[in-house]
């Protein structure tokens, strides 16, 4: 199994920054992609960004691309997202993600990130 902690998280204004961070423990080398999912209230978890760890390419939802940017560093077991030029409708709880080489999915708690004026 494969523990994710989520971090960052919090209140900024339209047009700020913020950067969130990842942490990975357990069987880190069972570990094939890592993402950031984002869920705001009455609506569906949607992918944001995503990793691969074998190759290291990315994925991004056509809503952040040019402002999010998302990075692993293996030494330390850990996935960040920056975020830059910060909307209102990006208020979510955003989630860290893992993907196993068998196929399982483990969440972590999510963090609150909060973009208003």
């Known amino acids: 199994q494969v523990q994710l902690v989520e971090s960052g998280g919090g209140l900024v204004q339209p047009g700020g920054s913020l950067g969130l961070s990842c942490a990975a423990s357990?069987?880190?080398?069972?570990?094939?992609?890592m993402g950031w999912h984002r869920q705001a209230p009455g609506q569906e978890r949607e992918l944001v960004a995503e990793?691969?760890?074998?190759?290291?390419?990315?994925n991004y939802a056509d809503s952040v691309k040019g402002r999010f940017t998302i990075s692993r560093d293996k030494a330390k077991n850990t996935m960040y997202q920056q975020m830059n030029n910060l909307r209102p409708e990006d208020t979510d709880v955003f989630y860290c993600?893992?993907?196993?080489?068998?196929?399982?999915?483990?969440w972590g708690q999510g963090t609150e990130v909060t973009v208003s004026s």
């Open positions: 993600r893992d993907t196993i080489y068998k196929g399982t999915t483990d």
């Open positions: 357990g069987r880190i080398s069972s570990i094939y992609a």
């Open positions: 990793v691969w760890t074998t190759n290291s390419n990315t």
